[in-house]
């Protein structure tokens, strides 16, 4: 469990160029939950997931994962096993001389034998779409950023952290690949991982979230269930954010006094609703 008190996080403090990216946020990310975080750029979205593993420490307030608090030096020296980080840019993260090093790093740091090694590694390339047997003598470099992409999250997915933290896992990838990874990840939630993904894909986050929590300069400005959020267009609208086309539809039709409900997220949904406006209309056409 992550739990988010009072936090303040300004860069470059006491300086002329001081700025405060975050701002009182307060936060609790319960075990095996699915938490997108949403917000337009500079909102403080990756600063605040880059607390939860230890990278950034508060100027003011505390982080807390399963209890522990990240400014102690101790507890940041090993939470990378508990929690594990895809950076925004994949770049970041890579710098083995090929493939299979760069996903087997985590898992050599554990101390875990070769041969365990070799079944993860190959495991999590296959789990993010790559061929073990095709990739992993590549340079990381030589791939697309794509593909790149895919590697930094298949070194995170090898040594099996309980939390993942994932900022924009898919961008770059074209919608198969993105359905891909976000299957993937739900699938993790089902084996008992806490996910946490920024996105600006809303359409994605209302299909997958438990949870979409809504940053707008630095401060938490809503949160709640997919169809809470969502179903306030125009607040959304209001912060920098799209929302989900059904959403917006079923929104525009509730403005011009139709009976539909604004709780839609998904073209499914979007499509009984208007059945319940023109039931006969929709039948005949079939």
């Not at 100027?59 to 895809?86: H, I, M, N, P, S």
């Not at 169809?227 to 959403?247: H, I, K, N, S, Y």
Request: charged share 25%; net charge negative.
């Amino acid at each position: 469990m992550i739990l988010v008190e009072h936090l303040t996080h300004i860069y470059a403090p006491g300086t002329p160029l001081a700025l405060t990216s975050l701002e009182d946020v307060s936060l609790r990310i319960e075990e095996g939950e699915f938490v997108v975080l949403a917000g337009a750029t500079g909102s403080g979205k990756t600063t605040l997931v880059q607390h939860f593993n230890g990278l950034l420490l508060p100027t003011a307030g505390r982080v807390l994962v399963d209890g522990r608090d990240t400014r102690d030096k101790l507890v940041r020296q090993d939470l990378w096993r508990t929690v594990g980080l895809l950076f925004q840019n994949p770049e970041q993260q890579l710098f083995e001389e090929n493939v299979f090093a760069e996903v087997a790093f985590g898992c050599r740091n554990l101390g875990l034998d070769e041969g365990t090694i070799e079944v993860r590694v190959r495991r999590a390339l296959e789990m993010v779409g790559l061929d073990p047997a095709q990739f992993g003598t590549l340079s990381p470099f030589a791939l697309s950023q794509g593909q790149r992409r895919r590697v930094a999250l298949a070194s995170v997915l090898a040594y099996r952290p309980r939390v993942l933290i994932l900022d924009e896992p898919t961008s770059g990838l074209d919608p198969a690949g993105r359905e891909q990874i976000w299957q993937l990840l739900k699938a993790m939630q089902q084996h008992d991982h806490t996910v946490v993904v920024i996105t600006h894909h809303m359409e994605d986050a209302a299909r997958y979230a438990d949870r979409v929590v809504v940053l707008h300069r630095g401060k938490i400005y809503c949160q709640g269930p997919p169809r809470q959020v969502f179903g306030d267009p125009e607040g959304l609208r209001a912060v920098g954010l799209d929302v989900p086309m059904p959403c917006e539809l079923m929104y525009r039709l509730r403005q011009r006094g139709l009976p539909v409900s604004t709780g839609v997220l998904t073209l499914d949904e979007a499509e009984t609703e208007l059945k319940k406006l023109v039931p006969h209309e929709m039948d005949s056409s079939k």
